[in-house]
């Protein structure tokens, strides 16, 4: 009886964490079948209608791709980077890896709002020194977005590199492999649950980031977050509804889609397998 007592107590504590991490989303995605024309948000919709999904404005998609893509390049640069700072810190002979691994996590200690004005400031300068105007531009957001995101990489790909790895090449060495056959056979598969978190969390992240992105935003280059927040500042749009239950079941499908084909576990930064 007491066994049982615990694990429905678990059982219910799971229930309660699963309905506050998934109640908001679920909240929005049935308040964006309202079909009705009230200027307020209502839940559960009085009358289910594809109204708003069918009425999306085009500013919404144009984001959507420009967010999209400004993701997928600073993920994929965060990731590049990230992997090779953290072999030179698990694998380096200089001395100091602690402060190498704080001056790596620096990104993450600073408040994204004073990011977004260090960088709005920083492409002043440049634009001044060189007349190359970054701000407004689809570089100039993942050039900053891959500033906050590194951390997320080297984070998930330290995670990954332990002695068995280190043992494992060393034998493929005495048996003759060459260095890039090492690399292609052992080492990139074995980083591989590393790499792909590394990229997941960075495109998370650079994906929904608002307080760096709003300082770099133009009126033709606003990335769907800040086109949102833009929006609900001033009025309130049910097609903000419908919008955002669509990137919910994109990011979902990505997910999914990810680890089905790259067979992989998802390793957060910092953990050890």
């Not at 690399?183 to 590393?194: D, E, N, S, V």
Request: charged share 10%; with cysteine; hydrophobic share 50%.
């Amino acid at each position: 009886m007491r066994n049982r007592g615990s694990q429905l107590l678990i059982l219910a504590a799971a229930a309660l964490a699963y309905a506050f991490l998934l109640g908001p989303l679920l909240i929005v995605i049935g308040a964006s079948f309202d079909g009705g024309s009230q200027p307020f948000f209502r839940f559960p919709p009085e009358e289910v209608s594809l109204r708003w999904y069918l009425n999306i404005p085009e500013k919404y998609w144009s984001a959507l791709g420009l967010s999209f893509s400004i993701a997928v390049a600073a993920a994929a640069l965060a990731t590049l980077l990230g992997s090779l700072a953290a072999l030179g810190i698990a694998r380096g002979t200089v001395g100091g890896k602690g402060l190498l691994e704080t001056y790596f996590r620096f990104p993450l200690q600073v408040p994204f709002v004073v990011t977004g004005v260090v960088f709005l400031q920083f492409y002043y300068l440049v634009a001044d020194a060189t007349g190359i105007d970054l701000i407004g531009t689809p570089w100039g957001f993942v050039f900053a977005h891959t500033f906050f995101c590194v951390p997320y990489a080297v984070g998930a790909v330290g995670s990954v590199i332990t002695h068995d790895l280190d043992r494992s090449e060393n034998a493929a060495r005495i048996a003759g492999a060459t260095e890039w056959r090492v690399l292609r056979r052992i080492t990139i598969p074995a980083l591989k649950p590393g790499l792909f978190s590394g990229f997941f969390f960075a495109f998370i992240t650079s994906f929904g980031d608002v307080p760096v992105s709003v300082f770099l935003a133009s009126s033709g280059t606003t990335p769907l977050p800040v086109e949102i927040f833009q929006t609900l500042q001033f009025d309130y749009d049910p097609t903000v509804l419908s919008i955002s239950t669509l990137v919910v079941l994109i990011s979902t499908g990505f997910v999914i889609a990810m680890q089905r084909l790259v067979g992989l576990d998802i390793v957060l930064p910092g953990s050890r397998r």
